[in-house]
């Protein structure tokens, strides 16, 4: 069984930073890609940064230049540093990675966490 866990969520005023952090955990032979998605009330989830295991990496246009997405492959996790918070950025930020597991070492698979909150205050 594989688990994506999301850390650093919370209330930050405009223009303030946090840092999100994702560790999965489990039957996991290998990770392609980790992500960052998110979901703001009465909108659909969004794409907000995604980095391959070569690291590479692909962000929304609305957070480009704020948002930067890094990874530790040795401890199969992903990082999102925020900065420049806006408050339309308020909404629950999952984590998803793509993954292949002992069992179905040539399928990959798609998880996600459980979703952390971002609050930001004008």
């Known amino acids: 069984q594989v688990q994506l866990v999301e850390s650093g969520g919370g209330l930050v005023q405009a223009g303030g930073s946090l840092r999100l952090l994702c560790a999965a955990s489990?039957?996991?032979?290998?990770?392609?890609?980790m992500g960052w998605y998110r979901q703001a009330p009465g909108k659909q989830r969004e794409l907000v940064a995604d980095?391959?295991?070569?690291?590479?990496?692909n962000y929304a246009d609305s957070v480009k230049g704020r948002f930067t997405i890094s990874r530790d492959n040795a401890k199969n996790s992903v990082y999102l540093q925020m900065s420049s918070l806006k408050p339309e950025d308020t909404a629950v930020y999952y984590c998803?990675?793509?993954?292949?597991?002992?069992?179905?070492?040539?399928?990959?698979?798609?998880?996600w966490g459980q979703g952390t909150q971002v609050t930001v205050s004008s």
């Open positions: 998803n990675a793509v993954l292949y597991t002992p069992t179905m070492p040539l399928r990959p698979r798609e998880y």
């Open positions: 489990g039957s996991i032979f290998a990770i392609n890609a």
């Open positions: 980095i391959t295991s070569g690291g590479s990496t």
